[in-house]
């Protein structure tokens, strides 16, 4: 199973909004048969125990160097877009849509079982 790491806005326009998207997103991908890693769950973390921006940020660039892929949600997000940057220095493919990614995926894990 090929784990997908979201990168989506979280501060910007409605945070539960945000997150809600965010869970979406990773329902979405179990039913395409992923593995979602949704970082915006954190904000439940960070409710309880607060960690400054680069905390964050330092943990979401650890989960996208583990993931096979990252789905890149709409929106304005500078911390989504350097998870882009991140993903794309470390040779991690990246998809701004879930047919995309759903498409290129599932191919190569075809070619990969032939």
């Known amino acids: 199973m090929k784990a997908v790491y979201?990168?989506?806005p979280y501060t910007l326009g409605s945070v539960?909004?945000?997150v809600r998207n965010s869970i979406d997103a990773a329902e979405e991908l179990?039913?395409?048969?992923?593995?979602?890693?949704?970082?915006?769950?954190?904000?439940?973390w960070d409710l309880i125990?607060?960690?400054d921006y680069d905390f964050w940020m330092?943990?979401?660039?650890?989960?996208v160097e583990r993931c096979d892929a990252v789905?890149?949600?709409?929106?304005?997000?500078g911390g989504a877009d350097r998870e882009v940057e991140h993903a794309t220095k470390c040779g991690i493919p990246v998809y701004f849509s879930m047919r995309d990614l759903v498409e290129?995926?599932?191919?190569?894990?075809?070619?990969?079982?032939?």
Do not use: V
């Open 16 to 18: 539960s909004d945000n």
């Open 49 to 51: 125990i607060k960690h």
């Open 104 to 114: 290129a995926e599932h191919i190569k894990t075809q070619e990969a079982t032939e």
């Open 30 to 44: 179990i039913a395409c048969g992923f593995l979602p890693f949704c970082p915006l769950l954190s904000h439940f």
């Open 71 to 77: 789905l890149r949600l709409p929106g304005e997000s």
């Open 58 to 63: 330092s943990m979401d660039f650890g989960w």
């Open 6 to 8: 979201i990168a989506s």
